[in-house]
Structure formats: structure tokens, C-alpha cells
């Protein structure tokens, strides 16, 4: 059974960091090939941020981000992290981790996500403010 616990959420000001982690267990190559973050604001729909694939494959990120977050993992310790730096009020989301399959172009559609990603964490908050 995969169980995925996210951590590490909270407020900061414009300009600082935060790093999520994502505790895994359960989450074999044959289940799924990659570990994603998504993020879902007030009032919007839930959206791809990061994504890193079980065999090495290079991390994709959308281009809202890319440049100040860094998603990586820990295989010893089974968890992936997303290291968040220069934060912007508009990163303010719960933030989701989700295991599945992927492949093509990040971020998926919306209406595809629990599809492909059909395991999910119950989300950490992260508040930016200025």
C-alpha cells in the first residue's frame, strides 16, 4: 500500500526558503516511476510544479518555477524533498506530493492528474507573504 506524508510547510516572508518533504513507503518501480509535487491555491485548480522520476530520469519543473525550486530524493531514506527558494506570494498553495506514472510534457492537464498520479498525500500548507 503506498502512503505518501508531506511535511515541512508553514509561512515565510517573500524572499525566504522552505523544504518539503515527501515520506514514501510502498512506492515500487512496478507501481509507479515517478514522485511529483503539485500545488492547488484558493480558488484554482491544482496544478504540476515538480517531478522526478524513480530511474534517474532528469527532474522536470513547470516554468513558474523553475530556477528557485529544486526537487530531489533520498533513496535511502525514501523521501523526496522540493527545496523552495525566493518564494513569491503567488506560490502560496497547499502543496501536494503524488507517486504514479508519467512521461510527456510536465506539467500534466489538469483533468489527467488523478489518473496518472493516483496516490497523493494529504497536502502541507505553505503561506508567502510580503
Known amino acids: 500500500q503506498v502512503q505518501l506524508v508531506e511535511s515541512g510547510g508553514g509561512s515565510v516572508q517573500a524572499g525566504g526558503s522552505l523544504r518539503l518533504s515527501c515520506a514514501a513507503s510502498?512506492?515500487?518501480?512496478?507501481?509507479?516511476?515517478?514522485v511529483a509535487w503539485f500545488r492547488q491555491a484558493s480558488g484554482k485548480e491544482r496544478e504540476g510544479v515538480a517531478a522526478?522520476?524513480?530511474?534517474?530520469?532528469?527532474?522536470v519543473y513547470t516554468g513558474l518555477v523553475k530556477g528557485r525550486f529544486t526537487i530531489s530524493q533520498d533513496n535511502a531514506k525514501n523521501t523526496v524533498y522540493l527545496q523552495m527558494n525566493s518564494l513569491k506570494d503567488e506560490d502560496t498553495a497547499m502543496y501536494y506530493c503524488a507517486a504514479g506514472e508519467w512521461s510527456g510534457p510536465w506539467p500534466p492537464p489538469p483533468t489527467t492528474l488523478h489518473v496518472r498520479f493516483p496516490h497523493w498525500g494529504q497536502g502541507t500548507q505553505v503561506t508567502v507573504s510580503s
Open positions: 510502498g512506492v515500487t518501480s512496478s507501481s509507479s516511476n515517478c
Open positions: 522526478i522520476h524513480i530511474g534517474g530520469v532528469p527532474a
